[in-house]
């Protein structure tokens, strides 16, 4: 009689933990997901503001230039960064750190926008659940080792699973 409670406790036991790593495992593949499409996302809902048609003949303006309007238009927010590409239809980002991102027409120096605030959102709080599990505040160090033990345990699998596949 004692062996089968013992049995039946280990079974309970390896049946919640193997829920709760299958539940991380999960949310980790879902947002990890997700968050892989982030930027083909982002450049399709908010085109109207990354995409300009430049003036003919006129060039670029110098970055100098490019960072005091964007100071002029929004002072309250220093730049941080600036994102340039070789496309003439690209818009130039400057972000702002924690205030976001501004798209800024590089001919003119005009503030097109700050992207879409609910796609951006909805990322933010993607990235959240898939680096901490939502969790807020002092608890933020647990999730992130809960989540890091997730990600440990999907990479041995997939070693393990790979070494099983050579030696047979």
């Known amino acids: 009689m004692k062996v089968q409670s013992t049995r039946t406790i280990l079974f ?8 709760v790593a299958g539940l ?4 980790m593949s879902v947002t990890g997901t997700l968050l892989t499409f982030q930027q083909s996302v982002l450049k399709i809902i908010e085109r109207p503001q ?7 003949g006129a060039g670029r ?12 238009a929004i002072p309250d927010a220093p730049p941080a960064t600036v994102t340039l590409e070789s496309d003439p239809f690209a818009t130039a980002w400057v972000s702002l750190g924690a205030r ?3 798209f800024v027409n ?18 933010r709080a993607v990235t959240n659940w898939h680096r901490w599990l939502a969790v807020e505040g002092e608890g933020r160090a647990t999730a992130r080792a809960v989540t890091g033990a997730g990600r440990r345990a999907i990479s041995t699998g997939t070693t393990r699973l790979d070494s099983g596949a050579r030696q047979s």
């Open 12 to 19: 309970w036991i390896h049946l919640v933990a193997g829920t």
């Open 50 to 56: 990354r995409v300009i048609v430049p003036p003919p």
């Open 100 to 102: 976001g991102v501004v």
């Open 61 to 72: 303006l110098d970055l100098d230039t490019l960072l005091e309007r964007v100071k002029g």
């Open 24 to 27: 991380v495992i999960l949310v």
């Open 106 to 123: 590089p001919y003119s120096g005009e503030v097109l926008g700050t992207g879409s605030p609910r796609a951006r959102a909805f990322y």
